[in-house]
Every structure is written in C-alpha cells, then in structure tokens.
C-alpha cells in the first residue's frame, strides 16, 4: 500500500491531526502554512476527517477583512477514555475526552471478600458496574469509549500481563487484575500498568515534575514503590521491576515496604507510644492517675490512624513531632540510596502517606541539606490522589490515538 494515492491520504491526515492537536484551533490556510501541504489537499483531507468526526468546523475566524475563514479543530469528545485506579482500599475512575480533560471522577470503596471462590468474578462485575453507572451519568455509552487504563499496586510482567507482588489487602485477587480477565471484561481496548508508574507519568505529563528529564516519583502508602521516568519515558528494567524499592532490606533485614508503609508507620507510632507510656507509669507511679495510663495508651492505639497522627502534628503534639521525625529519617534512608545511584533531578512524593508534604518536606530537606551528597529538588505530587487515574487516562489517549492513525491507514 505504500506511495499510493490512500496511503499518502492517510499520512495527510495524520499530519493535520497532529498540527490540530498540538496548535489548537486553524483555518484551512494555517494548517496548509504549517504542514506544507497544498490547500487543495489540506481542504481534502479535512473533509474525510470531518466524515470520521475527528475534527470539526467552528465557524468563521475574526479576521479584520476579505473573507473570512472557516475554523477548524480537533474533536476532543469523538471518543471518551477512562483511566481506573485499583487501590488497596479504593478504586478511582475518571473519565476523559481525548484532549486529557477529565470531565468526570467517582471514587469507590474497595471490596474485598475473604473468600475467593467468586471474588474474581464479583470483583469483574463491581468494575464494570462502576463504569456502566459512571457512562449513565454522563449519557455516553460503550461505544464512545475507546480504551481503559487500569493502575495496579503490583507488578505487571510486560510479556504476559499477568500480576507479580501485588499489595497484601488484595492478594489472592492477581488473576483478576490480569490483563486477560480485565480484557474479557470490557468491550474495549485495555492497558494495564503499575500504579506508581502511572502516577510517575500522570506528575510529568500534568503534575509537578512536568519537564524534567529525570525525575522518580516516590509513592508511600499501603504499599511502596517508585516510577522512574527518563526524558519522558518511564525506566522498566528486567520483567518490568525497576522502581520495586518496596525488596530494599534495611539495616535490621526488613524489607522496606515492611518499614514505611502505612503499616510500618503505625507499628513505629506503636513502639514509641508504648515506650513512652512505660516511663509514664514509671513516672507516676506514686500518683492517684497511674491506673490510667493503661486505659489511655489502649485508646490510643485501638484508635490511631496516619490520618490523626498527622493532624496531631500539624497541631504541633510533641509525641507525634517525633514519630515522625524517626519516620522520616527511614524515608531519607531511602531517598539517599536512590540519589546516590541515579542522580535524579526530582524526586515527588505521594501516596496516601507521603502526600502529607506540609508535614514531612520540611524535615526530609533538612535532613537532605545536612547529609546527602546529592540533592535533588524535593516536591509533594500536585495530583495527589488522581495522580493515578491521570497516568491511566494519558495511556489511554495515547494508544487510542495510535489506534485512529493506524485505522486511517488500513
């Protein structure tokens, strides 16, 4: 099919698709000036374009005389795309136009049933269920939507699509989560991708780290991981493992994920408060409130969150000042480590419990002004909890543009 008249069509076409999306809104003239093309083959192509609805006529230009030109522009909302965050305790759907507009967003309690003879299938069912109410609510239906993009806490093998060392609140669910499960699902194109990378993409695309050229997005939250982006492409590395900072041992042998995630953070918070409430005791022992101490320490811990550790901090509570003062010397710990073998120049952190930034930055730059060798810029995510979805949504629009292309040209 090469060099004949279609194919040379097609590649017109695709040319003046790419001026549009990247220029915005041109008159037949512009877009003629800007691709090279002749204007009868510029009025050509657009006209076949109009017919598969990619662009649109928005009426006359405001130029000040002679005959005014009709505009022309990228039709964002020809097809939808939808980017799923399936977290440990919650699942986010957002649902796009093909210019990455998120004109929806919907948050979903996760579920996870203790028996898996049917959660796989009920697990199918209560995302697609989302998605079908989410569609309803913005009258669109299936075939408006072009792809999905589903972010996973877990390792997603590049070959076969298949989940590897997901987090423990889902285990049991990998198959699932597999590309192949969540393919038969949908009536739509699929791409499956680790979580933190999709954030990592969702921060350079429209978040923080937008234009830098190395730069990793730290995740901290149920689980720990890292996305690696490299002059805008993400690092994978061998079977898709790169940025599993979660298999880091510390100096005790834990695995770092076991050390900083939420968990971790609230078995240290545990260990300082019971430590503290001994000398306590200790210390009241010769009063009339020592049979409290017990009572109080038993609240607290039953009780105590990331959420309210933070805000006991941030309303300047000494004891939660220090816990996470030593929480942070174990984050630097591991900052270190990967500034000293990558030299990023940005490293972001987010998660459900590194996005608490008003509390954790400012220790962490102390701490990396006084002992790093190499200091990277460190930021929180601008996105915060839909850094995910973005990433999702972005992957989405880029293999559905991939697909208008090649449709073209078949």
Not at 112 to 137: C, F, G, I, P, W
Not at 180 to 208: K, Q, T, W
Request: hydrophobic share 40%; aromatic share 4%.
């Amino acid at each position: 099919m090469a060099g004949t008249p279609q194919y040379i069509r097609n590649l017109n076409e695709n040319l003046i698709m790419d001026a549009l999306i990247t220029q915005g809104t041109m008159s037949r003239a512009d877009i003629s000036r800007q691709t090279g093309l002749s204007k009868p083959t510029v009025s050509l192509a657009v006209e076949h374009l109009i017919d598969r609805n990619l662009v649109r006529e928005m009426g006359p230009a405001d130029n000040a005389q002679g005959r005014k030109a009709t505009l022309i522009r990228f039709n964002e909302t020809a097809y939808y795309v939808c980017g799923i965050d399936i977290g440990a305790t919650r699942i986010r759907i957002a649902l796009s136009d093909l210019n990455g507009e998120i004109i929806a967003y919907r948050t979903y309690p996760m579920v996870v049933q203790e028996a898996y003879e049917r959660a796989e299938a009920t697990m199918l069912e209560l995302l697609r269920s989302h998605m079908n109410e989410l569609l309803d609510k913005n009258h669109l239906n299936w075939d408006q939507i072009q792809c999905i993009g589903f972010g996973i806490p877990g390792v997603v093998l590049p070959d076969s699509g298949r989940i590897h060392r997901i987090v423990d609140p889902l285990a049991g669910l990998e198959e699932a989560f597999s590309l192949e499960s969540l393919s038969g699902a949908f009536p739509c194109e699929v791409i499956l991708e680790n979580d933190v990378n999709l954030a990592a993409l969702g921060e350079y695309r429209s978040g923080s780290a937008a234009g830098y050229p190395l730069f990793v997005f730290f995740s901290i939250g149920t689980g720990t991981g890292a996305g690696i982006m490299v002059h805008g492409q993400l690092l994978r590395g061998l079977g898709g493992l790169t940025g599993e900072i979660a298999e880091m041992l510390v100096d005790d042998g834990r695995r770092l994920e076991e050390v900083l995630s939420a968990d971790g953070l609230m078995q240290l918070a545990k260990d300082y408060l019971d430590q503290h409430d001994e000398l306590l005791e200790v210390a009241d022992s010769d009063s009339d409130v020592d049979v409290k101490v017990d009572e109080v320490a038993d609240d607290l811990h039953r009780h105590l969150t990331p959420e309210k550790l933070f805000e006991a901090a941030r309303s300047g509570e000494v004891e939660a000042l220090d816990i996470l003062q030593q929480y942070s010397q174990r984050i630097a710990s591991a900052l270190r480590q990967i500034s000293v073998v990558l030299a990023p120049d940005l490293i972001v952190l987010g998660g459900g419990v590194g996005g608490n930034g008003d509390v954790l930055l400012p220790l962490l730059r102390q701490i990396i002004s006084e002992q790093f060798p190499v200091q990277p810029q460190l930021i929180c995510s601008k996105l915060g909890e839909q850094a995910v979805v973005t990433g999702a949504v972005q992957v989405a629009i880029q293999q559905t543009m991939l697909n208008l292309q090649q449709e073209a040209m078949d």
